[in-house]
Each structure stands twice: as structure tokens, then as C-alpha cells.
């Protein structure tokens, strides 16, 4: 067996580097975190090459002592803490220590900085851990600090860096975060000499969240106020039309600094209970204010896990707070005010003004109706409205969508034995007995055709261009899948990197796949999930192809059976609908015969 050693340090540090610093996302955060702690109210962050060429943070903030610059470099020194005690009530967004100590290992870095109680700034370079200058220089109160060739001394860490494209994506989703997370902090982002986000810094939460996904998200939020004395939760959820494919909508600040919580984003979408689809997550900006002593903070060095005390109690707080603003906010009691009518024929009889309130919640009796839209085209069928006294009126139908003049018989023969609930029929086939669902065929038939473009996709002009806000990660992946979305039917103006201009839209079945559906589209691509991003465009077909479908309920006649039949006989796909469900399912003459014990 080897025998055992101290590592130098300099390895020492480069092993450390691993936890801290795994990407140039990572050393931004860490650097603007020191920063935020340092009282700074601006903050310029610079980068070039998607952070792996340079990398720049300047601050207005407290700066720091000439004596206390190169202590500064060393490993587990801060001035955040002093004893074990204070790592159970931390206020600072940084308290390890090992920030400058890992980012030095591992590039060359230059810190300027000054004090204001001293005439002079200090400036410090470091390359793979090493001091290389330390002189006195002029300067003004604050920090500067310069990262150059991040892991240029690691080849077998760099060869795991993603394209500067990717790195710069993800450095602007935490400046996004970070935009939010302080208000109060003026921050300016600038990727490749280009502003990406300036935020005014002026305490408003609302024109923060503006600033990061833009002005048509401010009419789509609801504020959130909760306080029960153990918790306090402020912020904004965003109404179901909001919610994402993703929990990239999803930002959790807990006294000041950016979590992620596994518990708190299940307790959002609990909050939101039916009124998003299953596989849509809610959008949401929460504040949450809690003793120092309930949480802790010191989990993992990038430290974005935290552990409550008490989560399920956090966890219910943050499903009442949510779902309390959207009640308040998105479901809104109107007053309508009836108008004087002149009092029936009486010398002594006057009809008092009444205001009578009305709750939209409750629900609005309908009539019982039908709707049946051709698959080809957006214009709507005239629905038959039933009446408890009479039989509804006979109108002439439209060719059904299925119809298939040219489609031959079934090869064996067969007839419709009957229907149940207007759903279900029952259609016997030589020895074979068949369940279809009407909805889940129909269904099948429609995505097929869709998917193998026997049914036209068209781009539909926008009466108004649509301005598309585009955080870093989807700006990424719309560059990378332009080609993909013009093919598909978007057409749209040059893109920036915090948006693009629609101008027409793909339509499918008459449904034009607008903004929401390109926001869906750009984070699964964003994720680098291959599988899921090739899954987006059948997403799509297969809401479409269901929206389209005869319903449940619906009644069909004989000739639309018969004519179904014959195009379900010509696929190759017959057991399920696009979503899983069964199509048909299928009881021999044996099969009956042993339920009804005639065999054995």
C-alpha cells in the first residue's frame, strides 16, 4: 500500500475548486454573493466568451483592507463568521470561505480594491493559486475583480464545459434570479460587449420581475401577502395561463438569497390544485422571511439546498399564501347594478334600487350541446341544443372528418352491435367481440395524420407582431433550433438576446401555437434532454389531434361508425390514443363463454 501524504496545497485547492467551481455560472455567483454581502447597491457583471475567457464583477460596496487582501485568498477565511455558534443563525449569503480560495486555483485572477478609509487601493493577482503582485494603486470604494482563462491549468475539467453559448445562458438565468432576489440592487449584465438585463435597482419587486421577463408578464400576476408570525412570504404567482413545461418559472428567495426546494415546489403546485394541466408547473416569485434559527443554510457549498426545521409546516404556508392570491386576485366578485325601471301603476309604490353581487366562481348553468369541428378546418359545427320538452332539431351533418370514399370494406365481415353512453360500441367481428372508444379513435386517427403531414400544418399571419421576451437559456436554444422553427412555421424578426418579434405562428387543426407553446418548446431544448426535446412537436399534435376528437357523449350514426371503422382497419397503430389510453379492447367467443362458465 502507497504510503499516505499530505497534498500540496496548490492540488489541494484544485480538489476543493471541484465543489465550488464547476462552471463559469458558479464563479459568477459566488463573486456577486460577496459583493450583495459587502453592502454594494451596483454591481456590473462583464463577461466574454461565455465566461471562460474573462470574467469581471465590479461593486460600490464596502471594499476591503489593504492587510486583509491576501488573507482573503486563503482557504476558510471570512469575515462572515467567527464561531460554530454562528453557522446556526447565518444572515450572510456567503460564510465558507472558500470562494477566492477555489476560483484562484484554477485561473488567473486580479482583485482591485479600496476602502473608503483609505487614500490608496490595493491591487492582488493570483495565477493557479500563487501570488503573483500585490502593490498599492490608486482606485475608488469598492471591488473589482477579474477572472481570466477559467481552468486554463485543468484541461480534464474544461474538456466538461458546454459551448460558450450554453455557459453564457447559464449565467444570465442567475443574474435573471439574481435581478429578482435584490430589488434593491442595481445590476447590469454584459455578455460579449451586449446589455443583456439592467435592472433600476429602485426596491421594486414587481419592476424587477418586469425587467427579467417583461412587461406582458406584469397583467398575468397576482401578489402574494402571508404572515402568521413564523413565516412571512411575499411575491407574485402567476395565473394558470403562465404556468411553464418546466420549473424554470419558478424562483424561491428565502431571507435574501436564491434556494431551490423540491418541498416548496410541490407545495406551489398544490396551491394551484386543478387549474393547471398535469406536466405544467406554475410560475412564481416568493419572498419567503423566516428566523435565521429555523434553517439551515450549510448543506452543500453552492449552497442553494436549505433544511427547515419544521417544512411541512413552511411547506403549508406557501400552498395557503398561493392560493389565497389567486383567489384574491384572478377570480375577482363584480357588482352589477340593476337600472331604475319605472314602478308598476301605483299612486304610493316606488321599486327601491338594488345592487346585487355575484360570484363568478359559481358555476353557469348551460345548455346541453354538441360541437363537432372539422379536423382540416377552424370553423366550428352549429351545435344541437337539447330541450327537456321536445326532440332536438334534425340538421343535415357535414362529411365527417374520417370519411374515406376510396377505403375498402373490412376484409372479414362485421356489424355494429350497439352503443353505450353515446361513447362505447360494441362491434362483432367473426369470433371476436370489440369495446371502442369513439373519443380514443377518433383521436388516433387524427394525431396519425398530423404526425405524417397527411393533414396540413399552416403558418398563420399575426394581426399584431408579438413581442417574445427570452431569458438566456431559451435565447440559447432558439438560436440553436432556428432552422427547426421556421420549418415548422414560425416566422419571426431578428432575435436579440432578451427577445424576438412573432410574426406568424404555426396552426394546427385552427389552433395557432402562439407564445406559450415557443416558451415550451425553448426550455425543453434548453435542458439538453434529447428525448424530451424531440418529444415537444408530437406534444403539440397530440393536444391538437385531442381537442379535435368527437367527445365522449357525442352520438354517432351508423354510416359515421361504419366509415370509422374502415379508416381504423387501414392503420398500423390501433391499441392506444396518443395519450395511452386504450383504443379498443377486444372479448373472444371463449372469453365470454368462460365468464359465463358454459367452458372451463
Request: one cysteine or more; hydrophobic letters at 40%; a negative charge.
Amino acid at each position: 500500500m502507497p504510503k499516505i501524504h499530505v497534498l500540496p496545497p496548490r492540488i489541494a485547492n484544485q480538489i476543493a475548486a471541484g465543489e465550488v467551481v464547476e462552471r463559469p455560472a458558479s464563479v459568477v455567483k459566488e463573486l456577486v454573493e460577496n459583493a450583495i454581502d459587502a453592502g454594494a447597491t451596483a454591481i456590473t457583471i462583464e463577461i466574454e466568451n461565455g465566461g471562460l475567457d474573462n470574467i469581471r464583477i465590479t461593486d460600490n460596496g464596502s471594499g476591503i483592507a489593504d492587510d486583509d487582501c491576501e488573507m482573503a485568498f486563503l482557504r476558510h477565511a471570512t469575515s462572515k463568521i467567527s464561531t460554530a455558534n454562528d453557522l446556526f443563525a447565518i444572515r450572510s449569503l456567503g460564510f465558507r470561505g472558500e470562494a477566492l480560495a477555489s476560483i484562484a486555483a484554477v485561473s488567473r485572477v486580479m482583485l482591485q480594491t479600496q476602502t473608503e478609509e483609505d487614500e490608496l487601493g490595493t491591487q492582488i493577482r493570483y495565477e493557479s493559486g500563487d501570488l503573483i503582485e500585490h502593490r498599492r494603486t490608486a482606485g475608488t470604494r469598492g471591488t473589482s475583480i477579474e477572472v481570466r482563462d477559467l481552468f486554463y491549468n485543468v484541461p480534464a475539467r474544461l474538456k466538461f464545459v458546454k459551448s460558450a453559448r450554453a455557459e453564457s445562458a447559464a449565467i444570465g438565468d442567475y443574474i435573471a434570479k439574481l435581478i429578482l432576489s435584490a430589488p434593491q440592487i442595481a445590476v447590469h449584465y454584459v455578455s460579449g460587449g451586449k446589455t443583456v438585463y439592467r435592472s433600476t435597482g429602485n426596491g421594486s419587486a414587481k419592476d424587477a420581475l418586469v425587467s427579467v421577463y417583461g412587461i406582458s408578464t406584469e397583467r398575468q400576476i397576482c401578489p402574494v401577502a402571508f404572515d402568521d408570525g413564523y413565516l412571512k412570504i411575499t411575491g407574485f404567482v402567476g395565473v394558470p395561463d403562465l404556468a411553464r413545461a418546466n420549473r424554470s418559472g419558478q424562483t424561491f428567495l428565502l431571507n435574501g438569497r436564491i434556494i431551490r426546494s423540491n418541498a416548496l415546489s410541490n407545495a406551489l403546485s398544490r396551491s394551484f390544485d386543478t387549474r393547471v394541466l398535469i406536466g405544467r408547473f406554475p410560475f412564481a416569485v416568493l419572498y419567503m422571511n423566516i428566523a435565521y434559527a429555523e434553517v439551515d443554510v450549510n448543506v452543500h457549498p453552492a449552497k442553494l439546498e436549505v433544511r427547515f426545521t419544521d417544512e411541512q409546516r413552511v411547506s403549508r404556508s406557501v400552498v395557503v399564501a398561493c392560493s389565497e392570491a389567486l383567489i384574491r386576485s384572478y377570480v375577482p366578485t363584480i357588482e352589477i347594478r340593476r337600472e331604475e325601471r319605472e314602478p308598476e301603476p301605483s299612486p304610493v309604490f316606488t321599486a327601491p334600487e338594488e345592487t346585487y353581487r355575484v360570484d363568478l366562481r359559481a358555476p353557469i348553468p348551460q345548455p346541453s350541446s354538441t360541437l363537432r369541428e372539422d379536423g382540416y378546418s377552424s370553423v366550428p359545427r352549429v351545435p344541437t341544443y337539447r330541450f327537456p320538452a321536445r326532440e332536438p332539431e334534425v340538421r343535415p351533418r357535414p362529411e365527417p372528418i374520417f370519411l374515406n370514399k376510396t377505403s375498402e370494406p373490412l376484409s372479414e365481415p362485421f356489424h355494429v352491435i350497439g352503443c353505450a353512453f353515446d361513447t362505447y360500441w360494441y362491434v362483432q367481428q367473426g369470433e371476436s367481440v370489440y369495446c371502442i372508444d369513439q373519443h380514443a379513435a377518433h383521436e388516433r386517427l387524427l394525431y396519425d395524420a398530423l404526425m405524417a403531414r397527411t393533414a396540413a400544418i399552416v403558418s398563420q399571419t399575426l394581426f399584431l407582431p408579438e413581442d417574445m421576451r427570452l431569458l438566456p437559456s431559451e435565447y440559447d436554444a432558439f438560436i440553436t433550433n432556428k432552422a427547426e422553427l421556421k420549418r415548422l412555421g414560425f416566422v419571426f424578426s431578428d432575435a436579440s438576446e432578451i427577445g424576438v418579434t412573432l410574426l406568424a405562428v404555426p396552426q394546427i387543426n385552427g389552433t395557432a401555437l402562439k407564445t406559450a407553446f415557443l416558451h415550451d418548446v425553448l426550455e425543453y431544448l434548453s435542458e439538453n434532454d434529447e428525448a424530451r426535446a424531440n418529444e415537444w412537436f408530437r406534444d403539440a399534435i397530440a393536444q391538437s389531434a385531442c381537442k379535435h376528437a368527437i367527445k365522449a357523449g357525442e352520438r354517432l350514426s351508423h354510416e359515421e361508425i361504419r366509415q370509422l371503422l374502415d379508416r381504423l382497419s387501414e392503420q398500423e397503430t390501433l391499441l392506444t390514443c396518443p395519450h395511452g389510453r386504450p383504443v379498443a379492447i377486444r372479448f373472444t367467443k371463449t372469453d365470454i363463454e368462460k365468464m359465463f362458465k358454459r367452458i372451463l
